[in-house]
């Protein structure tokens, strides 16, 4: 995820170095149903004070209450390290026992994970939503265990649409482009803005690909990166968004998608992709946001619903420690809604359950919650059971912004990252 199409205030921050959290202690021997479990757990929150201990401590001091002799030690380590640290731990014989990362078909591919039948009822299993379970499956059995997810729909600043005189938000290419220059008429900074950059442009990019008919992968889990659909997207882009002024002051590819989100926040982004904590957000300075499925191309008609993106943190359970009934009972109890709503809400996140989802966190969703929950139950995700997702992200990442630029070639650059996942893949 990276995943992440949330979540990037928490790639800073003081929040660098291991947290050991309350609630755990004791010694890391014993197996089976004794012992401590060491969960190494990514860190959501940008503070000290919306810090997921907080979270961590509840649970696993509840956990160990009801399971005398279970014990539960966790870390917190900053999204930009957890995956690489991980690794590094599994490789060096110190893997936890359990994971919360952005990441998991690379140790599923070299079997060093427990399958969700080890360590899961089969009602816990049949329990996750179906595109996140898909999402989480290498060769039919369930190895990454979705635990928080998103989706992402196209906002709107409602008061800059109303001065701009857009009456109605857009659903095809050319209506966000004819709404993107009455924006830019009215001298709003960024009529559409268009996160390119490194920190996340492999979620903006799948956005635009899907809504042409194309995207990261064919019908048969193949990577099609410079199919023919995406080449005409980025052409589009280039030709009717980017080279007329219609994206702002900044050049997509050095626009990271944390910028552009801050941006909206100051009331200066008429249009952009975002997720549910950015509309919890814009609601709290009192920003008016409209919210509807990413437009369409103008081939494929405003009466097509392309899918929309979504994305999950995976929780992953190791085998190297071989405690795998203390994981059992600690997922099954983690993953009880109470537990899994509490800690999607408290970070404006959708849970990746379906009984949580009917039973959120507060006695219920918002509407715009509601909206994303609805978009996530039929969104595509990443390609993250390809182990070679990995290196492809960051190929995407650092290259799609290319295709836009002045001068550039959007087939060229596509080509060029197609050849770079083919050569991945041959390394994994």
């Known amino acids: 995820m990276r995943r992440k199409i949330f979540g990037a205030a928490a790639t800073a921050v003081v929040l660098g170095l291991l947290i050991p959290l309350s609630g755990c202690g004791g010694s890391d021997d014993g197996a089976g149903d004794g012992g401590t479990l060491r969960l190494v ?21 509840n956990f160990t209450a009801a399971n005398p002799g279970i014990k539960v030690k966790v870390q917190l380590l900053p999204w930009a390290d957890i995956d690489r640290e991980v690794s590094r731990m599994v490789k060096a014989g110190k893997a936890p026992d359990l994971a919360l990362m952005g990441s998991y078909s690379d140790f599923a591919d070299q079997g060093k ?28 059995r369930l190895y990454g265990l979705p635990f928080v997810a998103s989706s992402r729909l196209l906002f709107y600043n409602e008061a800059l649409f109303a001065k701009a005189g857009v009456k109605k938000p857009p659903k095809t290419w050319s209506d966000l482009k004819a709404a993107a220059k009455a924006l830019k008429d009215k001298d709003v900074k960024y009529p559409y803005a268009m996160p ?14 899907l809504s042409n008919g194309g995207g990261y992968a064919d019908n048969s889990g193949k990577y099609s990166l410079d199919s023919e659909q995406n080449t005409g997207t980025w052409q589009w882009v280039k030709d009717n968004l980017v080279t007329p002024g219609l994206v702002g002051p ?32 814009a609601a709290e300075k009192g920003i008016d946001v409209g919210t509807v499925a990413m437009p369409v191309s103008d081939s494929l008609g405003a009466g097509e619903s392309p899918p929309t993106v979504g994305v999950a943190d995976w929780m992953v359970a190791f085998k190297q420690n071989d405690r795998r009934a203390g994981i059992g009972k600690f997922l099954e109890f983690v993953y009880q809604d109470k537990n899994l709503s509490d800690f999607a809400g408290r970070y404006h996140l959708l849970p990746s359950t379906s009984s949580a989802a009917r039973t959120p966190a507060g006695g219920g969703l918002s509407q715009t919650d509601e909206d994303f929950l609805s978009a996530l139950r039929t969104a595509r995700l990443y390609p993250v059971n390809d182990p070679s997702w990995v290196t492809v992200s960051d190929t995407i990442k650092r290259n799609i912004g290319r295709a836009v630029e002045p001068g550039g070639d959007p087939k060229a650059v596509l080509e060029d990252i197609a050849a770079k996942a083919v050569e991945a893949g041959k390394q994994n």
Do not use: C
């Open 41 to 61: 757990a990514a860190e959501y929150g940008d503070t000290p004070a919306t810090s997921s201990k907080a979270y961590w401590d509840k649970v696993t001091g």
């Open 250 to 281: 900044t050049p997509p590819s050095r626009l990271n998608r944390a910028d552009a989100f801050a941006a909206f926040l100051r009331g200066e982004v008429g249009m952009l992709n975002g997720y549910p904590s950015l509309a919890h957000q």
């Open 196 to 209: 390119l950059g490194p920190e996340e442009a492999h979620a903006e990019a799948l956005i635009w690909e």
């Open 113 to 140: 994970l427990y399958s969700a039948e080890e360590v899961l009822s089969v009602g816990a299993e049949a329990n996750f939503l179906q595109p996140l379970a898909e999402a989480g499956t290498v060769n039919s």
